[in-house]
Structure formats: C-alpha cells, structure tokens
C-alpha cells in the first residue's frame, strides 16, 4: 500500500523587476531579492590551487544547497571523544562556488544578504575579495558587491564557511553544553535595489525599519515607525516615503506621508506615528496573534524606487507586584520549553518549513513561550511565534564564561545585530542580559537597554553561583532542577527547569513557581533532545543525546507533550500515557476532564480524580495516576465531566513487532525541490494491534525513488535508522524536478510499508513569494453639523445651514457625491457639549422634527461597503429616537430593517459614556452605476430624527 499525499502547485518563472507580478495594491519598485539557497557547489576542507578565481575548476566538486552543514553526522556524534570546549570536531571549513546572473542595470545596489554562517565567513565575487565577517556565526549579515559585479553577466560568488576553533568569537574559545555545528546553514539572497534605498535594520540604531507600540489601551493604540534611507548617488534626491498600515485582511487602515530632499551619499531616518482605534484595533497576545503590516515605500522625484515590509502586533506587558506578568493587562502565567535550533545529523542546517512546524507543534502543546537557548535564532522560527501566539525570551550565543575585551567587543556586536534584526517582532518579549549559568553581565545589560528599553531583560542565573535575584536586570532568570529557594524580593522566572517523558518532573516545577505571584514563568529544559559532547572533567559522563525532552530529537511527542495538552488547551481530552511512562505498576493517564475511568478488557479498574499530591497542587490539570501492573490486553480510559462521558482513549499492551506505518513530519504543506526544503520521514513499528511497541529495536532500511534523496553520506550510520521509542526517521530531499516521490521501509521479519510525496517547484523570487495583497481603498469619515462645528479629529466636515449644502462632493473615489433630503426641513445644529466616544461627532448635526432623512450616495465604485451612521440628539430637553427603521435601496434591491446597533435604549443627550452615539450599521453593494439610497423612519411621533455623521469603508 502507498500512501499518497499530494499538493496543487503553480509553476513559477524568473521575471525581472519590471515584469514580476504582484498581488492586487502591492508595490512594483527597484528592489528585487532573489533566494540563492539552491545550485552551489561544496568542498570540504583545504584543495590545491585557488577556489576563489574564476578559472578554477570545480567539476569533482559535490553539488548541494542550502541550508548545509559542512558534514553529516551520526546520531552519537560519531561517538566522538572530544569535551565541551570542542577544539577539533567538526572545526574545518568549506568552499561554496555558485554563479549568478544579474540583470543589466548598472545604476543599481547590489547586496549579498547571509541569514547566518558558522562561524567566520570570507567572500569573492568574480574572483575579487569582498571582505570578511567574523562577529558571530549566530547573526545576519550583508556585503555590498556592487562594485564587484558585472551586471547582465554571469557573475562567480565564491563564499569561505569558517568554522576553526576561533577564541574570539564567542561561544568560543570555552566549553558549551552544545555542538557548533559547521555551514552556510541558513538562507542566501541576493538583493538588488535602487541608489536611494531603506537600509539594512542591523547597520546602526537609527538603520532600516524600527517599529514601536508606545501606547496600547483596551480600544485603540498608537503605533511609532522609524524608517531609514540613504541616498548613495552623487547629487541630492527629492524623496518621499509613503507608509501604509494594513490590517490581517489586506485594508489599509492608516497612510502617513513625509517628504524631503536627501543630500548626496547622506542618510535620513522618517519618523511617523499614527494611531488605530475602534473596530479596526486588535491586540496580538498568544491566544489572539493579530498581525498588522508596514509596508513602506520609497519614492524618488514620485517614481516609487525602494519598499520594505514588516509585521507588528500591539500588546504591552509590565511586571505588577501582586498579579506577576501582567500582558494587555490580564496576568498570564508563562509555561513553555527551551529551544535548541539544531536536529540531528544536519545539525543546524535546518529548512525553513521545519521551524515553523516545530514552533506550530509547541503551539498546539498550549504552550506560551519559548526560550531560544543560547544563541539567536532563525527568522523562520521568529515569523512562526508571531503568527501562532508564542512568547520568546532570546539572548546573545553564549554559555558560561567570556573573554577578553575583543571577545566582548564582538559580543556586544553580535547582540545590537540580533536586537535591531527582530526588534519589531511581538512575540519578543525577553532580552537575554546575562551569560548562561553567571547572571547578569552590567555590558549585556547595558547594551540591551540601549538598543531596546521597551523590553524586559533577564539575568541567565543559576542557584549554585552568583547572586540570587535580578541584579542590574528585569527578572532573575534562575534554573531549577531539584528546589532553589527563591528570590526574596524580585519578579523571578524558572528558565530552565527539570523535564521527564513521563511529566512528573514538568508538574512539580510548574505547580511550585506557580504558587507565588513573584514567578511568572516555568521553562523546561527542554523542547527536544539535542546533542551534546561529552563532559571533560570526571564530574559526570553524559550520552551523546539528551533523553528527557517533551519532543524527540525528530520531533516526535513523547507522554509528557501529551500532560502539556491536558494542562494547558481547553479542548477536552484524555490520553493514556504509552509503556515509556505507564510502567512499574503505574498506569499514567493525561486528561483536563474532571474525573477519568479506567477499564481493563472492560472491566472497571478504577474512577479517579486528579492526583491529589502537594507537588501538583497548583496545576489546573494534574495528572492521574492508576496502580495497576499491566501485563496485557486494553485499557481504555474515559474523561468525565459532571458525571457524562466527553473524551475516551484506548491502548493496547505492545505486543511483538508486526509492520511499519510511514509518515512525513510535514503533511500539509507544499515539498519545495531544488534541495533546499526536508522532510522527515518516521516509520513507526506497530504491533497487530497498531500499537507502536516503544521497546523494538529493529534496524529499519529506507529507500526512494522519483525526484527525491535520502539525506546520507554513506558513513555517519542514517540508513539503516535505529529506532527511538519505537520510530526511525530519515530525512529525504528533492532533485532539482518537481515531481513524484516514493519513500520505502523495510525491516526483517515485517511487513514493508511506502508513502508517496510531490515536490512543487521552488519560486526563487522572494518578493513574489512572500507578497500579499493591499487594498488601498478610502475610509471615509465625515462629521456632520451647523456653522462652528467642532470637527472630530481626523474626521472631515460637512457643515451646513438650513438652506444650503445639503450636498457633499467627495474626491476619495472619482466624482463621489453625497447627498441629503428629507421630507420636511431640515435643521443643522452646532457645537453642543458632549462627552463620550465620538464626542465631537455627536455634538452637532442635522435633524428633522416631523420627516424621515434620505442619504444618497452617487458614483460610489462598485463593490460592497460597510456603512455606519450615527444618530444622537444633541439638543437638550428634546426627546430622543431610539427606534429608527432603515430602508437601503442598492444593486441587490431594497432591504428594510430596524436599528438595533444600539443595545441601550436610553441615550443622554450631554453624554454617550464609553460608547458610541446611537448608530446603525449598514452593509451595501454599489454596481457602480446607479445611486444608493438610505433612508432613515422615525418610530415614534413627537421625536426627532437625527444624523451626525457616518463612516463609509469597503468591505
């Protein structure tokens, strides 16, 4: 049997600037950026001649793409018998030659953009040294190759990947409880852009795009945006920059203009603040991520030349004695895991698609932040928390100790890099200001508060040294793996506390910090299980790979990701724990439900509820442990609720192994070829039953056909894989065809088993890729009243008389016309006094004492529109109307309907307290042709019947 999963594809092209095509609104400009991780050619290690010169010949040279790891590794780390310094192991480095085409446009920049590179990097461009980075191997970077480039010619890039044992750059030159793996292991661009262009956000403070939220509120909030450009041509440039906030759904809601003339080879940084409010004002936290963008383009003499665009969130986080972290001002305990970045034998060579998926699989445990330990991390895995809702505390790469002042010098470099790289993502809450196990460092500290006040800083602290609270920082960042005392006075996170597969651990950390209002998180140590070097000092010997994370070293669930579900999500569940946990005559059952059944083949073993243990007491979801040596057939367990039944889970006893099942780690989403995505492949060993038999040991041999690899160098022991808790993976990746892909398992004495893939074609083009629609549609706001109206802010004015303007000529869309009649006089009244929401609107109107109002509107686009109309009587002593029918004429016809907007039927004429005037909301198609009408009945006699003003939006 083949398993099939299939995905729908569009083929893609390589189109210059010019020609590339582009969703609905969004900008054309001069800017390009081209992905490169596909197509180079690798060697490892020393060769003769020049690599770096044009004639060099590189035909024995191995083919591959990015993200790379200068070499594979075995599971145990090739058992290698090194310490934690890692003076040797994999310290060599690699030659990487690709050529470029770069179109024929002489007046351009030209950029090479490298997302991270261990550790040091030297690069050529047509055989001419470009420079070098050795800061960090962490950190982004970029070279300006414009100078070196023949443009609409093919053009030789030549990149050193430099991984030596290198004392200055730290985690160098001391021990780290993690592997410096080697490569040009993350993404490559190519980026091409105007003289007059938005600067790289890591050159400087005041550099690229730096956006702030300095005001959030419960109904509105003001966002900052600082925009960097310089003028790299010889003579001054008029220039405009043309900002658009654009909410989840593609609207913009805000557009900010600035203008001014850049002098030659100098910069100017735009300053431009606006605020959101009312419907369109969304806060992002973890259980609501609404994400707005910035899309900001750059105008030369009016021809849009540059453009940059980032997302933000508004939210707004404090510390308060009593409530502990305090996030759009509701407390929310923080729990979640630390994240090492790299994977098995790829090491830190990781695709784009599997640090989404990992940060998705955190997400869907409940969890709300991760800790990016002990290095900065992937843009990917950055993006993902922002969409999905996931708190990050990240810090600078660093372990225990440090070094002298170059080695801190490019520390602090390495630091403004990775704070000014993801400043504006919301997720980022906690700056690292401290040095793993030391506490705080007065330098990081500093050097953090400089470059970003508006976030907390941590310690990194550990109980067994140092000083036990916050020091100079935020919050003490302690770890915890038996029971520290705490902090006496200081707001204080567990960052790092003890996890085991079958949760017990996880629980009693998290109950304990949960008991006091000065801790605000509990972090486990740790997401999944990574390598490590063996320890050199006689203290304690470890294996080559840890063993007690939530997920595996594949990322696959261990029980205690399943207590993290019962804990945290609100959906009802129960999940009998397998043999790694439910053993030794304990049965451990997960659910959120109130009491759990167990049965055994049917019969009743037990109802019970959560464990009542001191050490869990401040769990919302405990654990429940059954006593009951299982030695074979079903359990099933039932999660009650009030009595009722709501969830069951069934398992059986393993029994002896029978076939493979095979699934990808990535089911949903498209297969890139090229050779630059992965995907795991797991072959589970299940029994007859379909349970998987945690204790196999079966060596499973893989094998593919079609337009795919499997990821091995024949000597670092992958295929066959040895099995974790019952699964072996395998990585597999794509040729440079899309097309099918079939993946074959088998092990001696089972029954085999396929799966099948399609790999859709790679879009190189990432603007192309990653462009998403603007609709830059008019909001129109109008504030309608007499003579001296106080205008609401923002707002356009219709003011009139009782004779005259009864007609409004609006230029948001070509010769729109707004217009008023009714069938009786009427009145225009000024610049009465009230408060509230909308107090200005509400102040002054028109009105009619006996008639009905009719609003037309004439040569609106066509399209659908929502349309709100306010209606408050500002007149004191008069009565007001609350009941109004609404009659719309539009293209679908007439629809008449009541006004029930209001949920108060009670309006003070002085005051609309913290809501809205009366209002009634409206939803109208215009086929572009005829009018609109609305016309507004009175219910009631002897009242009036008022219009203070209305918002008309496209839908």
């Known amino acids: 049997m083949i398993k099939h999963i299939v995905f729908l594809f569009a083929i893609t092209v390589s189109v210059s600037a010019q020609q590339k095509k582009l969703p609905q609104g969004y ?26 010169t044009i004639g060099f010949k590189d035909s024995n040279w191995t083919k591959v793409s990015i993200p790379h790891t200068l070499k594979l590794v075995s599971y145990e780390l090739d058992s290698i018998s090194e310490g934690w310094e890692q003076k040797k192991y994999l310290r060599e480095y690699g030659w990487y030659r690709k050529t470029v085409t770069i179109a024929e446009n002489s007046n351009k920049k030209v950029f090479l953009e490298f997302e991270g590179v261990h550790n040091a990097t030297e690069l050529w461009v047509n055989g001419k040294k470009v420079g070098n980075h050795n800061i960090n191997g962490y950190i982004p ?37 993690y592997v410096k793996f080697g490569g040009l292991y993350r993404d490559l661009y190519l980026v091409t852009t105007n003289k007059v262009h938005v600067t790289y956000n890591w050159d400087k403070f005041d550099a690229g795009v730096h956006i702030t939220t300095p005001t959030v509120n419960k109904k509105n909030g003001t966002v900052s945006i600082k925009t960097s450009v310089t003028n790299q041509n010889n003579t001054s440039k008029n220039c405009k920059i043309i900002t658009k906030i654009i909410n989840a759904e593609g609207y913009v809601l805000k557009k900010i203009i600035q203008q001014i003339t850049i002098a030659a080879n100098a910069n100017h940084t735009f300053r431009q603040t606006t605020s959101i409010t009312d419907d369109d004002f969304h806060t992002w936290s973890p259980d609501t991520p609404y994400l707005y963008r910035v899309n900001s383009v750059i105008y030369e003499n009016n021809k849009p030349v540059d453009f940059v665009e980032n997302n933000f969130g508004f939210r707004t986080f404090k510390l308060v004695e009593g409530k502990g972290f305090v996030l759009n001002g509701e407390p929310i305990f923080l729990i979640g895991v630390n994240r090492h970045q790299n994977y098995p034998n790829i090491g830190d060579a990781v695709p784009n698609s599997f640090h989404y998926n990992e940060a998705l699989q955190y997400k869907k445990a409940g969890m709300n932040i991760i800790r990016l330990s002990h290095y900065t991390q992937d843009d990917e895995f950055l ?42 993502h919301p997720s980022i809450v906690f700056w690292g200001a401290g040095i793993n196990h030391r506490g705080p460092v007065p330098q990081m500290q500093h050097v953090t508060k400089e470059e970003d006040p508006f976030r907390l800083t941590a310690s990194a602290s550990s109980p067994w040294n140092g000083i036990i609270n916050s020091g100079i920082t935020d919050v003490y960042a302690t770890m915890d793996y038996n029971r520290t005392q705490f902090a006496e ?20 950390h998290i109950s304990r910090y949960k008991g006091s209002k000065k801790n605000i998180a509990a972090i486990a140590w740790l997401g999944a299980d990574y390598n490590h070097l063996q320890k050199n000092d006689n203290q304690f010997t470890r294996d080559f790979m840890t063993n007690y994370a939530v997920l595996s070293a594949y990322r696959v669930p261990k029980p205690v990701y399943y207590w993290y579900q019962s804990e945290l999500v609100p959906t009802p569940i129960v999940h009998i724990a397998d043999e790694t946990a439910s053993k030794n005559g304990k049965i451990r059952v997960y659910s959120n439900t109130q009491e759990v059944a167990l049965y055994h083949n049917e019969k009743l073993i037990g109802k019970q509820t959560p464990d009542n243990d001191i050490t869990k007491v401040n769990l919302n979801h405990p654990s429940f442990t059954f006593l009951f040596d299982w030695k074979e057939g079903e359990l099933r367990a039932e999660g009650i609720n009030h009595g009722i039944k709501t969830v069951e889970h069934t398992r059986h006893k393993e029994d002896t192994p029978h076939h493979i099942s095979l699934h990808f780690n990535i089911e949903d989403k498209p297969f890139y070829a090229g050779g630059s995505d992965l995907r795991l492949v797991h072959a589970s060993i299940l029994d007859k039953n379909g349970e998987i038999v945690t204790s196999a040991t079966n060596a499973v041999q893989f094998s593919i056909t079609g337009e795919g690899v499997i990821v091995d160098n024949g000597t670092a022991n992958i295929n066959p894989a040895t099995l974790f808790n019952g699964v072996a993976s395998i990585y597999i990746r794509t040729t440079e065809t899309p097309g099918n892909i079939t993946v074959t398992a088998k092990s001696k004495g089972l029954k085999s088993e396929n799966i099948a893939i399609v790999s859709s074609k790679f879009n ?127 293209a ?4 008449a309907k009541p006004a029930d907007d209001h949920v108060v039927n009670f309006q003070h004429t002085t005051t609309t307290g913290e809501r809205k005037p009366l209002h009634v909301k409206s939803l109208l198609t215009s086929d572009g042709t005829n009018p609109i009408t609305i016309v507004f009945k009175k219910k009631k006699e002897n009242q009036e019947l008022w219009l203070n003003g209305f918002v008309l939006k496209r839908k």
């Open 892 to 895: 679908l016809g007439q629809l």
């Open 27 to 52: 900008p054309n400009t001069d800017r390009t950026k081209t992905n490169l991780n596909n197509g180079w050619k690798f060697h490892l290690g020393n060769i003769k001649g020049d690599p770096e």
């Open 764 to 890: 190189t083009d990432e603007i192309q890729k990653n462009a998403r629609p603007i609709f830059d549609y008019p909001i129109i706001k109008v504030d309608i009243g007499g003579n001296e109206q106080l205008v609401e802010h923002e707002w356009s004015a219709w003011t009139g008389t009782n004779s005259e303007n009864h007609t409004l000529k609006n230029n948001a869309y070509k010769n729109l016309t707004f217009k008023i009649s009714s069938n009786d006089a009427i009145q225009w009244h000024k610049n009465s006094a009230v408060t509230g929401e909308l107090g200005f609107v509400s102040a002054d109107g028109l009105y009619t004492e006996k008639g009905e109002l009719k609003l037309e509107i004439v040569h609106l686009e066509k399209g659908e529109y929502y349309l709100e109309t306010y209606h408050h009587l500002a007149k004191r002593n008069h009565k007001p109307n609350n009941t109004i029918e609404v009659v719309i004429n539009d």
């Open 141 to 177: 970077f970029h070279f300006d190759i414009t100078d070196h480039v023949k443009f609409g010619q093919d053009n030789l890039i030549v990149i050193k990947a430099d991984n030596r044992f290198d004392k200055t750059i730290a985690p160098d030159p001391h021990r780290t409880d």
């Open 383 to 424: 993006k993902a928390c922002d969409e999905l809702g996931l708190l990050v505390y990240e810090e600078p790469p660093t372990w225990i100790e440090w070094g002298d002042k170059l080695w801190f010098s490019k520390l602090e470099s390495a630091t403004r890099t990775m704070i000014r790289n993801h400043r504006n």
């Open 489 to 508: 006075s200081d707001f204080e996170m567990v960052m790092e506390h003890g996890s085991s597969p079958n949760a017990e651990s996880n629980q009693f």
